[in-house]
């Protein structure tokens, strides 16, 4: 669930009001979207985020109109989404996606809040010109951020209004003191220098992550990685982390930099979801 749908969903249990969600949570071959894709309506039939489109997507809300009137806590539909089948929905798509549409009762909302959380989170490393210009297209495709850099001046809430946190570590040898990252974290490495990344990737390969990814030439970050053998670091650890980070796209200012760094960031992401 993206953030803004999430946020949006909590607002109107604030409000008392009831709403239904429809939720992929599994396909076969060829789909519009993939599993983890949410559409969320509300009693006057608006709706926010999608399952997919087309046929699917008029299906599903027709479902969730009904769901209304029923008031069932949950259900879980198939759709075959190739129209040579039968009873299939006419997409093309040669496809199959399960989706479980819950009616959420604002009153009691039972397991909503845990069940769907909030985004993955970034942490960015580092909060200079490039993180400047990554934060808020990650958080633009469903990522909570984090700043963190040593030098205040690069790590606040002025500097990012709306990232998740801004932290000022005493150095980046402290950088993840006060984070708890997990196997759905995404950390970036792009802090002003070699020592201020050598620092942060040493700690960083001994937590848990979904990605990580360190700025810097071939040449600079194999001095880094023959420093980190000398400590006793197995080699085979640098095959985890995206280095040179981001899609060579042929990228060169910070904004072009962040945009190969996301893309290659929802590559990841879209690869850990089939």
Known sequence: MSEQLSYFARDLIELGEDFVIAKVVDTKGSTPRKKGAVLLMKKDGTTIGT????LLE?????????TFKTKEKTHVYDFVLDEKQKGALDMGCGGDATIQIDYIDAS????FVKEFKLASTAYIFGGGHVAYALEPVLRHVDFKTVVIDDREEYANPERYPHAERTLVPENFDHA?????????SYII???????GDLQVLREALKRPFAYLGMIG?????KL?????VEEGVDEKEFERIHSPIGLDIGSETPEEIAISIVAEIIKVRAEMDR
Not at 51 to 54: E, I, K
Not at 108 to 111: L, N
Not at 217 to 221: A, D, L
């Open 189 to 195: 490495i792009v802090t002003r220098g070699h020592r």
């Open 58 to 66: 008029a299906e599903t809300e027709k479902l969730c109109r009904e």
């Open 217 to 221: 030439s071939r040449r600079k970050n």
């Open 51 to 54: 399952v997919g489109g087309g």
């Open 108 to 111: 009691d909302p039972g397991d």
């Open 224 to 228: 880094l990685y023959d420093k980190l």
């Open 176 to 184: 993840f003191d006060g984070i708890e990252t997990d196997e759905d």
